[in-house]
């Protein structure tokens, strides 16, 4: 027995030793590093005040024509090049594609609009309304002006005539600032058609389940805008900044409302990020509390969270009007990414850093079922170096510097998800994803 006691003893002590052996090499990496360019130290006034946007990459230490040929040649192999998922249609339509997934969906439509307003690419985004228009919204029926999340490309046949809320946000998002960039009349009355989906989701009653985009009661995004999807959300659907921006600009009577719901997220994004590693379920309560779906879906870091960074980093810098825990934040998550290796962490984790049980694949025919060192996930760490405050921050902003869109050592490539995440990080980290205001 004695021996037995001992033996028991002595295993609890090496496991002690060992949970203790850990934990001091995680602080010690959770230590700032020392670089020749210092501490990156954050701006603390927003661009709607200053009307300046900051480029990280120039300060990293690159020069203005590399940058400049890197933003180029990002968006030419996303919409030009021989991988791209840009596709033209006739003389007037185009669409953006999930290739790996054989279809489109407003999550790409409404991204390339993004980028072709941001970019000046009139009539790319002129081709992309018209076809999202055509093919993607709801003309009539209790969805009206919603939009079917997935599409065939080939033949506009809806996969889904449901909607995804995160879609709404940017279509209405992108056709203000194209208002504001090139005015209304041109072909396309952009504003009114912000205004159609504007004013459709005040409309949504619960008729035929059909919701508004935003739960009116928390002021928060829903999943999806009906009756099954209202009542909880996404992190990453979360993008303060484009609140304040229809507060700003939509002129529908309802600002006040929008002001609060912009400031409902960032007090959401305090409840839903993990304390110790800055990680984000893919879906939740809207107290923040992970939320699991459909079996095993929801209550882990995956492909949606990526997306969380990019967002607070966006707000940060277009607003910065929660600077003190949005710095706090880009600290967390750029520290636990660092000490997972800042050239190997991997895509999906379990909230508290754990690795999941079971890895969500991503395509089809067949789907791939790998944890990989995303470029997707790589792309949104670098854009929180907008508000980072460490000297680390300059090895994420390195690390999408050196990093190139193109298939992985198993052969996987994902020029759209990845593809989009990357021209959005090259954008925002060299000053080109911008509030977008009249006359711009």
Request: overall charge negative; aromatic content about 14%.
């Amino acid at each position: 027995m004695k021996r037995m006691m001992s033996l028991l003893l002595g295993l609890f002590l090496f496991n002690a030793l060992a949970i203790a052996d850990q934990d001091s090499t995680r602080k010690d990496c959770e230590n700032d590093i020392t670089d020749s360019r210092g501490k990156m130290v954050p701006w603390t006034a927003g661009a709607v005040e200053t009307g300046k946007y900051r480029n990280v990459l120039l300060e990293a230490g690159y020069s203005q024509e590399a940058i400049d040929a890197k933003l180029v040649k990002a968006y030419a192999d996303l919409f030009e090049g021989p991988n791209r998922i840009y596709f033209e249609v006739g003389d007037s339509m185009g669409y953006v594609s999930d290739i790996k997934n054989h279809d489109c969906r407003t999550e790409g439509l409404s991204y390339g609009l993004m980028v072709a307003v941001q970019l000046d690419k009139k009539d790319v985004f002129d081709r992309l309304w018209r076809w999202t228009r055509a093919y993607m919204q709801h003309q009539g029926g209790s969805r009206d002006a919603y939009f079917a999340w997935s599409v065939d490309p080939k033949t506009g046949k809806h996969f889904s005539e449901g909607s995804a809320s995160d879609g709404e946000l940017y279509f209405v998002t992108a056709l203000i600032f194209a208002s504001n960039r090139w005015g209304n009349e041109t072909g396309i009355n952009y504003y009114g058609e912000a205004r159609r989906i504007l004013d459709a989701m005040w409309s949504k009653d619960g008729t035929d389940r059909q919701t508004h985009v935003i739960n009116t009661e928390h002021k928060l995004i829903t999943f999806v805008p009906d009756s099954g999807g209202y009542h909880w959300t996404d992190p990453s659907y979360h993008v303060p900044a484009f609140m304040e921006v229809w507060a700003a600009y939509a002129n529908d009577g309802h600002e006040d409302f929008y002001r609060a719901c912009a400031d409902s997220s960032r007090a959401y994004l305090k409840r839903a990020v993990h304390p110790k590693t800055g990680l984000t379920p893919d879906y939740s309560h809207f107290d923040g509390s992970p939320l699991r779906r459909w079996g095993r879906m929801g209550d882990a870091f995956r492909y949606d969270s990526w997306r969380v960074p990019m967002n607070i980093a966006m707000d940060h810098s277009w607003y910065a009007k929660d600077q003190e825990w949005q710095q706090h934040y880009a600290k967390l998550i750029q520290n636990f990414l660092f000490c997972e290796g800042i050239d190997r962490f991997n895509d999906q984790y379990n909230i508290d850093g754990s690795t999941p049980e079971w890895i969500l694949p991503a395509g089809k025919n067949p789907p791939v079922q790998r944890l990989r060192h995303s470029i997707g996930l790589k792309s949104t760490a670098a854009c929180a170096s907008l508000l980072g405050t460490q000297a680390k921050s300059w090895a994420f902003v390195d690390e999408i510097w050196k990093a190139e869109l193109k298939p992985y050592d198993d052969g996987y490539f994902d020029p759209y998800y990845d593809g989009l995440l990357y021209l959005f990080s090259l954008m925002h980290l060299s000053g080109n994803y911008r509030l977008i205001t009249p006359g711009s």
